[in-house]
C-alpha cells in the first residue's frame, strides 16, 4: 500500500521558518518526482514545487522561489518541505503529493 | 506558466443530472491533463489522467475528454456523494490547477 505520511501541525510566528516531512512507503522511492501544494483556508489548490529525489533537482513556483526549499532523503525515503519568512498569508494546509497518492495534508498556521 | 481556466466556479444539479466541468489551458498541454476531487478537510482523489483515462476504482459516471487546450469532466449521473470541489491540473510543464468548481445538489 502506498502511504504518503507527513510531520504533523505547527504553530509559527511571523518571520519565522517550518520545516514539514513526508515519508513515503509502499513504492520506490526515487521513482516519481514528489510535489508540494498548498491550500489557504477556504482557497483553491497552489502548487509549490518539485523535487526529483532521483537526483535532487528541484522546481520551484514563481511566487514561493527564494522563500522555499524542497529536498528529498533517500537513505529515509522522506521529503521536506521548508518554507522562510512566513506571513500570515501562510496559513495553510501542505500537502506532498505525487500524481496519484497525497499525503494527509499539514496545517501550518502563522499567528503572533 | 502555462495557466488553468476553469469554470463554472460553482454549480448545483439535481440527483441524476448529468454535470460538465470544463478547463482552458493557456498554452498546449496535449493530454497532461488530471481531474481531482476533494471533499471538506480531505486531500484531493484522482479521477482522470492523461485527460480521459479512469483512475482505478473510480466509478464509470467520471469521464474526461480533450487535448490540447479544452478539456471537458463530466458526470454523467450525479449523485449525493459527488458534492465536492473538482479541479483539473496541468502536468505537462511542472504543475499548475485551476480555480477549483463547487458541486451542490439542488
Known amino acids: 500500500e502506498v502511504r504518503l505520511v507527513q510531520s504533523g501541525a505547527e504553530i509559527k510566528k511571523p518571520g519565522a521558518t517550518v520545516k514539514i516531512s513526508c515519508k513515503v512507503s509502499g513504492y520506490t522511492f526515487t521513482d516519481f518526482y514528489l510535489h508540494w501544494v498548498l491550500q489557504a483556508p477556504g482557497k483553491g489548490l497552489q502548487w509549490m514545487g518539485l523535487v526529483d529525489p532521483e537526483d535532487g533537482q528541484t522546481f520551484y513556483a514563481e511566487n514561493f522561489q527564494g522563500r522555499v526549499t524542497i529536498t528529498a532523503d533517500t537513505s529515509t525515503d522522506t521529503a521536506y518541505m521548508e518554507l522562510s519568512s512566513m506571513t500570515s498569508d501562510d496559513t495553510a494546509v501542505y500537502y506532498c503529493a505525487t500524481a496519484n497518492y497525497w499525503g494527509q495534508g499539514t496545517l501550518v498556521t502563522v499567528s503572533s | 506558466a502555462i495557466q488553468m481556466t476553469q469554470s463554472p466556479s460553482s454549480l448545483s444539479a439535481s440527483v441524476g443530472d448529468r454535470v460538465t466541468i470544463t478547463c482552458r489551458a493557456s498554452?498546449?498541454?496535449?493530454?497532461?491533463v488530471g481531474w481531482y476531487q476533494q471533499k471538506p478537510g480531505k486531500a484531493p482523489k484522482l479521477l482522470i489522467y492523461a485527460a480521459s483515462s479512469l483512475q482505478s476504482g473510480v466509478p464509470s459516471r467520471f469521464s474526461g475528454s480533450g487535448s490540447g487546450t479544452d478539456f471537458t469532466l463530466t458526470i454523467s449521473s450525479l449523485q449525493p456523494e459527488d458534492v465536492a470541489t473538482y479541479y483539473c491540473l496541468q502536468d505537462h510543464n511542472l504543475w499548475t490547477f485551476g480555480q477549483g468548481t463547487m458541486v451542490e445538489i439542488k
Open positions: 498554452q498546449g498541454v496535449g493530454v497532461d
